[in-house]
Every structure is written in C-alpha cells, then in structure tokens.
C-alpha cells in the first residue's frame, strides 16, 4: 500500500479545511485499522503463521477415521478439506485438474493404468495400506456350494477385474488362458475349463448385484456399506505376498507436488497417529495391512507398471 495520503484540492471555503481534516483523519484511521488488523491475524495464528490448507479427495469420506485425521493434522498446523466422490473415476481428474492438492483412494495399478489412459503423470506420495479383495455371495456360504454355469461378477475398471479375475481362479471358479496377471480380461477366460460365467460391472454395483448373481468381487469401500461382513468372504487374495505392491493404496499428488513439505507432513500424520490406523483398521474389519513403503520404492513400481501397460497397447 502507498504511504502517501490522497492528494486533496485547495480550500474554497473558511468550513472547507475543517472538511479536509476530518477527511484526512477518516483515511489514517482506515490505514491504521488495515495494519492492525494484518498484525492481529498473524498474532492470532499458530507460531505467527497460518494454517496451511489442503484439500484432499477420496472415495468414502463418511468413515470416521478422515475426522480423527483431519484434527491431527490441524495440531500440526494443516487445514485439511476432504471431499468425497461417488466412485473411482472422479478423483484423478479432479486432482488433475487442480480441484485437489491430493487423493487417497487408489493402488498403484489403477494410478498406473489412468496415468496412461489419460496421459498424465499423477505421482505416489506415500503408502496406506493393501486391503484384501474379496468375494462374497447372500446365497451361499462357500465356493464350494457355487453351480457350474452360475454367474459371479467383478468390477469393470482394469486393475481391479484383473486382480479379481486372479482371485477367482485360485478359488478354482475360472480358469486364465495365459495363467493370469495384473492385465487379465474376461477375454483371457478359458470358459471351457471354468465353473462359471463371469461378468464386468461398475465397482459400486457389485454390492447391489448380490440379490441377481451367485457371487460378487466387493471392493473394501464398498463391503460394510452393503450390510456385508468382512470375515463372511468366501475367498480373499493374498496380501502378504511379495507380488502386491502394486497394489498398495497410495496418497497421489500431481508430479511438480512430490517434493511438497505440507503433503508430506500430511503422509507422515496419516501413518504415525493410532487413532488414524485404528480406524483404517475398523473401517475395513481389521483386513488392512498397513504399509510405509519409501516413496522411491513406490515411484519404481508405478514406473514399472506404467511400463508394462505401455507395452502390452
């Protein structure tokens, strides 16, 4: 702001001066009241700054466990705005597009596969955990009591069909012509070596799909939201095993951000405050492993499915 006071036109009138006066009186009272207000703000803040703000996406953001992060990050001076989206499409564009400073929703996979789809370079910032994908059924009470020729459903999105098309396999539902891997389709079923037809539908429909099918594949975000119980799924993948990193949920953030203080302080309280991981653990029925994988680690493993994705087009 300039210091130099409005210039003011010469008296006309012996009342003119006294007008003047209280004119100029008004402005460095208005002067006065700016600089104490901006000293006021920075006085009021937390060690002399303000918070800085974050707004972070994901997919279920009614669980409890985005409030207790929410407060933790605030003591450690981190506004943080969650906005939640209806289903996995959403929240890349979205952080792509600068609506989001971060997500945390997703596994290196399908980061990978939207990365290349959309030709963007979304980057992992820090690990959550790896949940166990699982398939359940209202009508039966183990694979085993599956007829042949009954239909079970997966999720349609790349990454999650493919792992769920693995985990039909070793429940010895289907068979994969190629053995399987992190790029299976239902067009890699061998139909006359499996048990059952198998059919792709939007994640979030796979719950509500129970009533019609023998079976359904039921993302975690989606399992107690449905009335279902984590312990009644008939068969789970394996999260311990050394093959699913790429399956790590992962906070991303657009590639110039990697570095950025602020989103690392957030990783960092997400991972090291319990009450944050008990409710990771709650929401998802205890099955969470949960995981702190360098960010370098990470890096490597998105590039190395990025990679593979670009070959197999």
């Known amino acids: 702001m300039s210091s130099e006071l409005p210039q003011i036109a010469p008296p006309s009138s012996r009342r003119t001066p ?8 008004a402005v460095l009272a208005v002067v006065a009241g700016v600089l104490w207000s901006r000293g006021g703000d920075e006085a009021g803040a937390a060690g002399g700054e303000e918070n800085a703000k974050v707004v972070l996406g994901t997919v279920g953001a009614s669980d409890p466990y985005w409030q207790v992060l929410v407060d933790a990050a605030a003591e450690e001076g981190i506004d ?21 400073d971060v997500n945390q929703f997703q596994h290196l996979v399908y980061l990978a596969e939207y990365n290349v789809a959309n030709d963007d370079d979304l980057v992992p910032l820090g690990s959550t955990a790896i949940y166990p994908l699982g398939l359940y059924s209202t009508k039966v009470d183990s694979v085993e009591e599956i007829q042949d020729g009954d239909t079970v459903v997966v999720p349609d999105d790349d990454s999650n069909q493919a792992r769920a098309l693995l985990i039909l396999q ?15 389709t239902l067009a ?14 939007k994640a979030d429909l796979t719950p509500t799909s129970l ?5 359904a594949i039921v993302n975690n975000d989606f399992v107690e939201k449905a009335g279902l119980e984590f312990e009644d799924a008939l068969a789970t993948d394996d999260a311990d095993d050394p093959k699913a990193l790429p399956y790590v949920n992962v906070f991303a953030v657009r ?9 690392a302080k957030l990783v960092e309280v997400y991972q090291t405050t319990q009450a944050v ?37």
């Not at 068979?175 to 992190?182: A, Q, R």
Request: glycine share 8%; hydrophobic share 40%.
């Open 170 to 184: 070793s429940a010895g539902l289907i068979t994969l012509e190629d053995g399987g891997s992190i790029y299976s």
């Open 255 to 263: 590639a110039e951000d990697r570095d950025d203080p602020t989103l």
């Open 18 to 25: 006294v007008i003047i006066g209280i004119a100029v009186l």
């Open 188 to 201: 890699d079923i061998d139909e006359s070596a499996s048990r059952v037809e198998v059919k792709a539908i």
């Open 80 to 100: 943080v705005e969650v906005k939640d989206f209806a289903d996995y499409t959403q929240p890349n564009p979205a952080l792509s597009e600068g609506e989001l």
């Open 211 to 215: 009533p019609d099918v023998a079976a």
């Open 277 to 313: 991981l008990d409710g990771v653990q709650d929401v998802s029925g205890g099955t969470a492993e949960l995981v702190q994988v360098p960010q370098d680690e990470l890096q490597a493993a998105l590039d190395e499915v990025v990679a593979d994705t670009e070959a197999r087009q």
